[in-house]
């Protein structure tokens, strides 16, 4: 199994503007079938150096992880990502 994890810094920090957001993550859930987990998490410290939110999936292949990565509810999802982050970091690994 493979575990998928982005952190996002926005570019409006303002609480609404990371909620917002971060339900706009959430809304892939059930929506694609080789997601065998999804959880995305709003950051509680604020400090400079955090990141605004997390996003933290698991699939069962490298395979289905890129068939996430292509897949029409998840590409409209980079379209809004896109526009609002500053800064994204991800790690994937096998579990």
């Known amino acids: 199994m493979i575990k998928h994890i982005v952190l996002f810094k926005l570019k409006d920090r ?3 503007s990371i909620e917002h957001t971060a339900s706009v993550l959430r809304s892939m859930n059930g929506k694609i079938k080789e997601l065998l987990s ?3 998490g ?3 410290i604020r400090s400079e150096r955090s990141y605004d ?3 933290t999936a ?3 292949t490298l ?3 890129q068939t996430y ?3 029409p509810v998840h590409q409209e999802i980079i379209v809004h990502m896109n526009e609002v982050k500053d800064v994204s970091n991800a ?3 096998e579990i």
């Open 14 to 16: 303002s609480p609404e």
């Open 38 to 40: 999804l959880e995305v």
């Open 42 to 44: 709003t950051d509680v």
């Open 53 to 55: 939110i997390s996003l």
């Open 58 to 60: 698991v699939v069962e």
């Open 63 to 65: 395979e289905d992880l």
């Open 69 to 71: 990565q292509i897949h």
């Open 91 to 93: 790690v994937d690994y």
